[in-house]
């Protein structure tokens, strides 16, 4: 289960970043296969090469198991603008997210 998680993931990522998989193993500094192999179930990255895919996809390694959230940098960039809101605006937006939710 695991090992799929974490081939899903990347291509889910991979293809939000619109970058093809040889273009990944590419940036990646990798053979042009690379990507390929962790997506089809051949192999899976090692530690080291975990954290460079974290780091080519802009997230923590805790960004990249959340698998609720579909967008985890748009995430991070809402609370990052939240976060420099005052009291009055904060109250605001939480009763602007809670009408949202009721829909």
Same mark, same amino acid.
């Given at each position: 289960?695991? *090992? !799929?998680?974490?081939r899903?993931?990347i +291509?889910s990522?991979? /293809?939000? =970043?619109?970058?093809?998989?040889?273009?990944?193993s590419?940036d990646? #500094?990798? *053979?042009r296969?690379? /990507?390929?192999n962790? *997506?089809? #179930? =051949?192999?899976?990255? $090692?530690?080291?090469?975990f954290?460079?895919?974290? !780091?080519?996809?802009?997230? +923590?390694?805790?960004?990249?198991?959340? $698998?609720?959230?579909?967008?985890?940098?748009?995430k !991070?960039?809402?609370?990052?603008? /939240? *976060? =420099?809101?005052? !009291?009055?605006?904060?109250?605001? +937006?939480?009763m602007? /997210?809670?009408?949202?939710l009721?829909?």
């Amino acid at each position: 289960m695991f *090992s !799929e998680f974490v081939r899903d993931r990347i +291509t889910s990522l991979r /293809i939000q =970043k619109g970058v093809s998989e040889y273009k990944m193993s590419y940036d990646l #500094g990798h *053979s042009r296969g690379y /990507i390929n192999n962790i *997506s089809s #179930g =051949k192999t899976l990255p $090692s530690m080291t090469e975990f954290f460079a895919i974290c !780091e080519y996809f802009g997230l +923590t390694p805790m960004e990249f198991f959340d $698998s609720v959230t579909s967008n985890p940098k748009l995430k !991070e960039n809402v609370i990052e603008a /939240i *976060s =420099k809101l005052n !009291e009055e605006d904060l109250e605001l +937006t939480l009763m602007n /997210i809670n009408r949202l939710l009721k829909k």
